[in-house]
């Protein structure tokens, strides 16, 4: 019954943020075919900050109406559509209409929005579900969660990228005068299937969600004293650091709960504030800020590149959840200069977007592993900074997470929104034909 159990708690924690990761990787693909072409991904960064109006009415809810809001409803409400908007979005999410004088993926906007509603508002609803189990449970969960990343970046390595090809348009019009243009050779299997797999997945999700909803009560509570063992467990779990549970303590091995706490310094005002400095800047980066702009600095490589940065960058964030999980290093300097490192690979890939349609080595594989590489790097260092500060504040108190969700939020908010204006009012960043591009050597 308990491997059961956690079976159900890994695949319920895949539904949490499958979706917005399947658009990511899958975007080498889109963004040849939508309107908007190489802006698109900085269209999507501002839709998912839109989507927090899902977490923060449910967190209104809680805090205005106290017990009104049933949590098994909103998770099965979101869930539902979930798996109704990525079968929507696999029939419709090359379907565009004219606005403003222009063709504009409406369909693709509208769907993309209710998909990061989903996922935006299963941070606030699925693991407060989960601690109704035992703790055990919630590492597995974790795990899940880490997946919803890892899965669709394989998938997507399996589904490979359009490989595009120059062609000569003299070689159809029968002369030797023609152009050079962008042919691009389908993948192994389409965008439609891909999405069709996302819904497929968020119906496992919604399965193992009905499933651990119907679990008997008598299971639930079988394990004696199961708040003490939570937080037994769960203070073991954090390295004996004492976890702070909404303020409350248990009265049964309340000094070893004292005992962890004493383990870990708590942080001073200045570094906390240094502490949330790294969160808003780290959040800014990688929520905002360059995947806004992935688009410039990969694509002039080709599209092979852009494929495998976005796919490997997917596959690198649980990586480096689960590395933190295991390999724990709260040290304040060491987290300051992996976040200096992280930047640097950043820099790098926001520098060669400002070089678009030209950046440093064009057309030379040495390029591309670069590129690739950068990517690779500036997700894996800063999601690991993000965990371990994560850590250290969640050892401080609720409050200190509360502030941490926030400060994540605002720079969340602001990287999207200073790219935003950059990359489609002032087209700071221009975008180019691979083929017909001549680049100075």
Known sequence: MALLVHFLACAFGIGSWVAVNGLWVELPLIVNALPEGWDLPSYLTVIIQL????PLLVTLMHKLYPGCLKEYIVIYSILSIGVL?????????DRTTIFIGASRSTAFFIITFFLSLVDCTSSVTFLPFMMQLPAKYITTYYIGEGLSGFIPGVVALAQGVGMAKCVNSSETAGNHTGSLYTEYLPPNFSTEVFFFIL??????SLAAFVALNRLPRTYELSTENLVQDTVVSVSSYLDNSGADLDGGSVKNNGEAVAQGRHLVAKPSVYQLTFIYFLVVWVNSATNGLLPSVQTYSCMPYGNLAYHLSAALASVANPVACTLAMFIQNRSQVFLGLLAVVGTGF????????AMSPCPLLHGSAVGEAIIVLSWLFFTGTLSYVKVMVGVILRDRSHNALVWCGAATQMGSLVGSVIMFPLVNI?????SGDFCNTECPL
């Open 51 to 54: 989507a927090n109006v899902g």
């Open 85 to 93: 908007s990525c079968i929507l979005l696999a029939f419709f999410w």
């Open 199 to 204: 819904a497929a997945m968020m119906c496992i």
């Open 346 to 353: 950043g820099s790098y890939n926001m520098a060669m977007a």
């Open 426 to 430: 002032y087209q700071f960043f221009k």
